[in-house]
């Protein structure tokens, strides 16, 4: 391990202190601490879940681990505590981690293509007027929600959006897509867990505009007709556990 890059969102003091603390420690045996435009071995996320993913991001276009120290409120993703990091900086001298490969989920638009390492969200922009979405899999109609919003998770992520939204729990081990209605108008919906290579197209109707997210970051509008294919990603993310 020679380079770890460290993402702190820095809206946080108890974070600022936490990150100090690990620059100092690292440097004492002789790991360096770069930015996310330099070359690194493993990012470090000091924050939240949302931090998390955030650096899962640098994380997976570098092809390099991820991990955490949780000064959020969940700290689902993020494993470590502030308690944690003289046990973690001798990990890291010593080479006694594990590593834990999850599958992420990879979205394409006509305008733009992303990894989710949670969720894609495809979600009403006019708040007061819900949308009709149309899901296809492996280019056959399952079913069409007017509805809120569509999640199609990976198994990460049924813990989180797709959680709250009626979706079941899946072991983050299992390869799965998590479809997950929100709010929808009908009496008979039910989330519906797909194999790994299944492929989902979505198609909004009626002539209103979704917003499609990516681990809660917006990437594009889509108007009424453009298919959005969601499917299982390529590679995986990859986070390091003691």
């Given at each position: 391990?020679?380079?770890?890059?460290?993402?702190?969102?820095?809206?946080?003091?108890?974070?600022?202190?936490?990150?100090?603390?690990?620059?100092?420690?690292?440097?004492?045996?002789?790991?360096?601490?770069?930015?996310?435009?330099?070359?690194?071995?493993?990012?470090?996320?000091?924050?939240?879940?949302?931090?998390?993913?955030?650096?899962?991001?640098?994380?997976?276009?570098?092809?390099?681990?991820?991990?955490?120290?949780?000064?959020?409120?969940?700290?689902?993703?993020?494993?470590?505590?502030?308690?944690?990091?003289?046990?973690?900086?001798?990990?890291?001298?010593?080479?006694?981690?594990?590593?834990?490969?999850?599958?992420?989920v990879e979205v394409s638009t006509r305008s733009a293509?992303?990894?989710?390492?949670?969720d894609v969200v495809v979600e009403k922009v006019i708040?007061?007027?819900?949308?009709?979405?149309?899901?296809?899999?492996?280019?056959?109609?399952?079913?069409?929600?007017?509805?809120?919003?569509?999640?199609?998770?990976?198994?990460?992520?049924?813990?989180?959006?797709?959680?709250?939204?009626?979706?079941?729990?899946?072991?983050?081990?299992?390869?799965?897509?998590?479809?997950?209605?929100?709010?929808?108008?009908?009496?008979?919906?039910?989330?519906?867990?797909?194999?790994?290579?299944?492929?989902?197209?979505?198609?909004?109707?009626?002539?209103?505009?979704?917003?499609?997210n990516v681990d809660g970051r917006e990437l594009c509008?889509?108007?009424?007709?453009?298919?959005?294919?969601?499917?299982?990603?390529?590679?995986?993310?990859?986070?390091?556990?003691?």
């Amino acid at each position: 391990m020679k380079n770890v890059c460290i993402i702190n969102r820095g809206d946080r003091d108890d974070a600022s202190e936490i990150e100090e603390r690990l620059r100092r420690s690292l440097r004492d045996v002789g790991i360096g601490v770069v930015g996310p435009d330099d070359d690194f071995d493993l990012v470090v996320a000091i924050g939240g879940d949302g931090t998390v993913l955030l650096a899962a991001s640098f994380a997976l276009a570098a092809g390099v681990p991820v991990c955490g120290f949780n000064v959020g409120r969940v700290g689902y993703l993020a494993e470590f505590t502030p308690n944690d990091l003289p046990e973690f900086v001798e990990a890291l001298t010593r080479a006694s981690y594990s590593l834990a490969e999850h599958s992420v989920v990879e979205v394409s638009t006509r305008s733009a293509t992303a990894v989710a390492v949670n969720d894609v969200v495809v979600e009403k922009v006019i708040s007061q007027r819900i949308i009709e979405v149309a899901v296809e899999v492996n280019g056959r109609p399952l079913a069409s929600y007017r509805t809120d919003g569509i999640i199609v998770a990976s198994p990460l992520g049924s813990t989180a959006y797709s959680l709250s939204a009626g979706g079941p729990v899946v072991d983050p081990s299992v390869d799965a897509l998590i479809v997950t209605p929100v709010a929808p108008h009908s009496l008979l919906t039910r989330p519906v867990v797909l194999a790994p290579d299944a492929v989902v197209q979505l198609t909004v109707a009626v002539d209103r505009p979704a917003r499609v997210n990516v681990d809660g970051r917006e990437l594009c509008i889509v108007e009424p007709g453009q298919p959005i294919v969601i499917r299982k990603g390529d590679t995986n993310v990859v986070f390091l556990t003691l």
